[in-house]
């Protein structure tokens, strides 16, 4: 058929080959044509199971394939191709015809263009005239409403005169001290009410308008205008305070509650606060607590001994009850606005901290603690009973926040007294660690010191000082953490003391500062610190810790955890101390008790090269050596002062020291005993041999370390009796064992017995 496509053209080489055009099924040469293709993620994916090197030869192969085929298409319609450019014909002709309408489309645009521009300008100017228009306005309307406000203030100060100011003919219609409830509305004037109080309602209209002439000089105090009428301004601002001030004076001497209300709304109203608090001060709470703390010469002595605030307090309480209270009442009642007021600071206080400074300056100095620490206190009663007053909470965070309270509380200077408690208090402690020697208390009238009390006077100073850091005359809550850290170094500074005078004890020296007691106590001595360590670690880890847990009980939580920890931390370190104490004492008794051990030399010499027969009884020096330990456990203190654990650990360590020192010299005794009998066993064996004798003429003979281990098994078995005399099992002793199989015989090796 002639529309057939005829099958490609394919050379001899390829009959039996794949066609040339044939790709790989992994690869799809239609994925190229799609408009999503992304020749980045095609690779890469490709790339996951195919090589690169083979990827990148497929590539090359494809693109040779399509230059073939373009210029097969290209060789295949070659005619049309190249008559192309023939056939067009007249182009620019045609674009020239096309480019006329569209120059008079631009022109046309450009001409709507320039017109709404020009229209767009001329309304922003209409619009800018117009505000500017409005702003002039405004600024008239405001100089207007200035003029009336002034020219209103003016008339109606005119009308003040009218009303006299001193309420001396006023009728005196007052409602009762029980204030305005509820910030209750003005009442009206009426035929009852009084000049006063109509004076004062005259005075409170004023001061809005005076208020809002304020809010338009704000606004517009940069014009002439108004800088022309600042005379105007002034002369009504003051006329205002005069009268006001006047008025409210007036009412405080009457106790008018609806004028002195009235008043408050007045100067709250031109926020001028301040003449309200400095005329209460002056006129109500200076006579008064002038009663209290007189004016004084300014020669006196500031160390006097009438600086005691405490009756001052109490009288200054009397008179803000009787004299302050009515204003303070009205001053908080709810929904008046007059919030804005702090007479308990800027009157009541500030007036009682300048007559404190003027007339009893020496109350705030702490170089007298005690009388500087009951007036502190005194002084943070009086503040909290003037926050007694305060309605809400945040009028208390108020109150603390003024700038007088703060100035108050910086009178009081805590740091001072608490550097000199601490001199006080540690220098009591560092007075007594001084001492060269250990100084027992005074003793009962019977002669012997009481087992619950403290035996040393350093042990009585560190509890005094621990107790005089919690005192209610020492104790400041507001620095309870400088006293809890001066608590931790007196125990610190205890212990140092005792650590380091037990290591100059061991090491035999007492030139270090404050260690001599150490090197010259004797063991009942220190007999006294563990019965005082025992008792100080059991009274902080007890009493005392509850007394500080007590005191911080308003703390948090974790703060409390914290404080105990500490507390316990330093009853433990007291405690951890016995055993250093205990090994001191064990180390004086050996040493005594090595003394006796000296007299193992003469056993070598009693039996050696001599002809002495086997010994049947121990050597005078075994009773010797437990005599040191007996001696001090029944003694007194021992008996008094030693719990029965301490008792046993003392004994323990003492016999488990004393039979391995023992152990170690007779040890070295049998092996160079030993060593002795083996030579010389050599040598009669050397010559026996040259005499032709037999070599076992003396094996039947008893060796002198054969006399020397039994002396030494006599001897270990009445140290045996001695030491069950003290109440110790000497098979309990390691060393005792190993001593025992040492010198015992063969057929005594297995049991032990005395």
Same mark, same amino acid.
């Given at each position: 058929m002639a529309d057939l496509i005829p099958p490609p053209h394919r050379s001899a080489n390829d009959l039996f080959s794949d066609p040339l055009d044939s790709h790989p099924l992994w690869f799809k040469p239609n994925l190229f044509l799609s408009p999503n293709f992304d020749?980045?993620?095609?690779?890469?994916?490709?790339?996951?199971?195919?090589?690169?090197?083979?990827?990148?030869?497929?590539?090359?192969?494809?693109?040779?394939?399509?230059?073939?085929?373009?210029?097969?298409?290209?060789?295949?319609?070659?005619?049309?191709?190249?008559?192309?450019?023939?056939?067009?014909?007249?182009?620019?002709?045609?674009?020239?015809?096309?480019?006329? @309408?569209?120059?008079?489309?631009?022109?046309?645009?450009?001409?709507?263009?320039?017109?709404?521009?020009?229209?767009?300008?001329?309304?922003?100017?209409?619009?800018?005239?117009?505000?500017?228009?409005?702003?002039?306005?405004?600024?008239?309307?405001?100089?207007?409403?200035?003029?009336?406000?002034?020219?209103?203030?003016?008339?109606?100060?005119?009308?003040?005169?009218?009303?006299?100011?001193?309420?001396?003919?006023?009728?005196?219609?007052?409602?009762?001290?029980?204030?305005?409830?509820?910030?209750?509305?003005? @009442?009206?004037?009426?035929?009852?009410?009084?000049?006063?109080?109509?004076?004062?309602?005259?005075?409170?209209?004023?001061?809005?308008?005076?208020?809002?002439?304020?809010?338009?000089?704000?606004?517009?105090?940069?014009?002439?205008?108004?800088?022309?009428?600042?005379?105007?301004?002034?002369?009504?601002?003051?006329?205002?305070?005069?009268?006001?001030?006047?008025?409210?004076?007036?009412?405080?001497?009457?106790?008018?509650?609806?004028?002195?209300?009235?008043?408050?709304?007045? *100067?709250?109203?031109?926020?001028?606060?301040?003449?309200?608090?400095? +005329?209460?001060?002056?006129?109500?709470?200076?006579?008064? +607590?002038?009663?209290?703390? @007189?004016?004084?010469?300014?020669?006196?002595?500031?160390?006097?001994?009438?600086?005691?605030?405490?009756?001052?307090?109490?009288?200054?309480?009397?008179?803000?009850?009787?004299?302050?209270?009515?204003?303070?009442?009205?001053?908080?009642?709810?929904?008046?606005?007059?919030?804005?007021?702090?007479?308990?600071?800027?009157?009541?206080?500030?007036?009682?901290?300048?007559? +404190?400074?003027?007339?009893?300056?020496?109350?705030?100095?702490?170089?007298?603690?005690?009388?500087?620490?009951?007036?502190?206190?005194?002084?943070?009663?009086?503040?909290? *009973?003037?926050?007694?007053?305060? @309605?809400?909470?945040?009028?208390?965070?108020?109150?603390?926040?003024?700038?007088?309270?703060?100035?108050?509380?910086?009178?009081?200077?805590?740091?001072?007294?608490?550097?000199?408690?601490?001199?006080?208090?540690?220098?009591?402690?560092?007075?007594?660690?001084?001492?060269?020697?250990?100084?027992p208390v005074q003793t009962s009238s019977s002669g012997r010191v009481n087992n619950e009390d403290l035996t040393l006077k350093q042990s009585v100073t560190l509890l005094d000082c621990l107790t005089a850091c919690w005192r209610d005359d020492v104790l400041v809550l507001s620095c309870s953490d400088k006293f809890l850290r001066l608590s931790l170094q007196l125990l610190s500074r205890y212990s140092n003391w005792l650590s380091s005078g037990l290591a100059a004890r061991n090491t035999g020296t007492g030139s270090h500062p404050g260690s001599e007691w150490a090197v010259a106590a004797t063991p009942d001595d220190l007999i006294y610190i563990i019965h005082d360590l025992g008792y100080l670690s059991t009274v902080v880890t007890g009493n005392f810790l509850e007394t500080i847990l007590q005191l911080l009980s308003s703390c948090t939580v974790d703060v409390l955890d914290s404080v105990k920890q500490s507390i316990l931390h330093g009853g433990k370190s007291l405690y951890n101390l016995m055993p250093k104490v205990i090994g001191a004492i064990v180390a004086s008794l050996v040493e005594k008790s090595v003394e006796d051990l000296r007299q193992l030399k003469g056993i070598t010499a009693t039996y050696r090269m001599t002809n002495k027969p086997l010994p049947v009884r121990h050597s005078p020096y075994v009773s010797g050596l437990l005599r040191p330990l007996k001696v001090l456990l029944d003694g007194d203190r021992a008996s008094t002062f030693l719990t029965m654990e301490t008792r046993t650990a003392l004994l323990t360590d003492a016999v488990t020291e004393i039979t391995s020192r023992y152990y170690e010299q007779a040890a070295d005794l049998v092996s160079l005993a030993r060593k002795t009998d083996s030579s010389l066993q050599k040598i009669r064996q050397g010559v026996q041999r040259r005499a032709g004798a037999s070599s076992d003429v003396s094996d039947h003979n008893i060796s002198d370390t054969d006399k020397i281990c039994m002396q030494l098994f006599l001897d270990i078995q009445e140290y045996g009796r001695n030491l069950s005399s003290l109440g110790v099992e000497a098979a309990s002793i390691p060393t005792y064992l190993s001593f025992w199989h040492l010198v015992a015989p063969s057929d005594k090796q297995s049991s032990i017995s005395f």
């Amino acid at each position: 058929m002639a529309d057939l496509i005829p099958p490609p053209h394919r050379s001899a080489n390829d009959l039996f080959s794949d066609p040339l055009d044939s790709h790989p099924l992994w690869f799809k040469p239609n994925l190229f044509l799609s408009p999503n293709f992304d020749s980045e993620s095609y690779i890469s994916e490709l790339r996951t199971f195919v090589p690169f090197d083979t990827l990148r030869s497929q590539l090359h192969s494809h693109l040779s394939a399509l230059n073939r085929e373009l210029i097969d298409l290209i060789n295949r319609d070659y005619t049309d191709f190249v008559n192309l450019s023939t056939k067009l014909v007249d182009v620019e002709a045609a674009v020239v015809r096309m480019r006329a @309408p569209l120059v008079e489309l631009r022109e046309k645009i450009e001409q709507f263009r320039a017109s709404v521009e020009f229209s767009l300008s001329a309304l922003q100017n209409g619009l800018r005239q117009r505000s500017e228009a409005a702003s002039a306005r405004e600024v008239l309307e405001l100089l207007l409403d200035t003029f009336h406000v002034v020219s209103k203030v003016e008339k109606l100060i005119k009308e003040l005169p009218s009303a006299p100011a001193d309420g001396s003919n006023g009728t005196t219609n007052l409602t009762d001290n029980s204030g305005l409830s509820n910030g209750a509305s003005l @009442p009206h004037m009426e035929n009852g009410t009084n000049l006063r109080e109509t004076q004062s309602m005259l005075l409170e209209r004023i001061s809005s308008e005076m208020n809002r002439l304020k809010f338009y000089i704000a606004h517009a105090q940069n014009l002439p205008f108004i800088q022309n009428m600042d005379k105007r301004i002034q002369s009504a601002s003051l006329l205002l305070d005069t009268s006001l001030g006047h008025c409210f004076v007036d009412g405080l001497a009457h106790h008018d509650e609806n004028a002195i209300y009235n008043c408050l709304r007045a *100067y709250a109203a031109i926020d001028n606060t301040t003449s309200a608090e400095e +005329i209460f001060r002056s006129t109500v709470v200076s006579p008064a +607590i002038h009663k209290v703390i @007189p004016h004084k010469v300014s020669g006196m002595d500031a160390g006097s001994s009438d600086d005691d605030l405490e009756n001052d307090y109490k009288q200054m309480k009397q008179y803000i009850d009787k004299d302050c209270k009515f204003l303070l009442e009205i001053s908080a009642t709810e929904n008046s606005g007059l919030h804005v007021f702090d007479f308990l600071a800027n009157s009541i206080l500030k007036e009682v901290l300048s007559a +404190i400074q003027k007339a009893k300056p020496g109350a705030f100095s702490p170089g007298r603690p005690t009388e500087f620490l009951k007036n502190y206190k005194s002084s943070l009663d009086f503040l909290a *009973y003037l926050e007694g007053y305060c @309605p809400s909470r945040s009028a208390v965070a108020k109150f603390r926040a003024a700038s007088v309270y703060n100035e108050f509380m910086k009178q009081w200077n805590i740091g001072v007294y608490f550097s000199l408690r601490l001199q006080e208090i540690a220098g009591a402690l560092d007075s007594s660690l001084s001492a060269p020697i250990l100084t027992p208390v005074q003793t009962s009238s019977s002669g012997r010191v009481n087992n619950e009390d403290l035996t040393l006077k350093q042990s009585v100073t560190l509890l005094d000082c621990l107790t005089a850091c919690w005192r209610d005359d020492v104790l400041v809550l507001s620095c309870s953490d400088k006293f809890l850290r001066l608590s931790l170094q007196l125990l610190s500074r205890y212990s140092n003391w005792l650590s380091s005078g037990l290591a100059a004890r061991n090491t035999g020296t007492g030139s270090h500062p404050g260690s001599e007691w150490a090197v010259a106590a004797t063991p009942d001595d220190l007999i006294y610190i563990i019965h005082d360590l025992g008792y100080l670690s059991t009274v902080v880890t007890g009493n005392f810790l509850e007394t500080i847990l007590q005191l911080l009980s308003s703390c948090t939580v974790d703060v409390l955890d914290s404080v105990k920890q500490s507390i316990l931390h330093g009853g433990k370190s007291l405690y951890n101390l016995m055993p250093k104490v205990i090994g001191a004492i064990v180390a004086s008794l050996v040493e005594k008790s090595v003394e006796d051990l000296r007299q193992l030399k003469g056993i070598t010499a009693t039996y050696r090269m001599t002809n002495k027969p086997l010994p049947v009884r121990h050597s005078p020096y075994v009773s010797g050596l437990l005599r040191p330990l007996k001696v001090l456990l029944d003694g007194d203190r021992a008996s008094t002062f030693l719990t029965m654990e301490t008792r046993t650990a003392l004994l323990t360590d003492a016999v488990t020291e004393i039979t391995s020192r023992y152990y170690e010299q007779a040890a070295d005794l049998v092996s160079l005993a030993r060593k002795t009998d083996s030579s010389l066993q050599k040598i009669r064996q050397g010559v026996q041999r040259r005499a032709g004798a037999s070599s076992d003429v003396s094996d039947h003979n008893i060796s002198d370390t054969d006399k020397i281990c039994m002396q030494l098994f006599l001897d270990i078995q009445e140290y045996g009796r001695n030491l069950s005399s003290l109440g110790v099992e000497a098979a309990s002793i390691p060393t005792y064992l190993s001593f025992w199989h040492l010198v015992a015989p063969s057929d005594k090796q297995s049991s032990i017995s005395f």
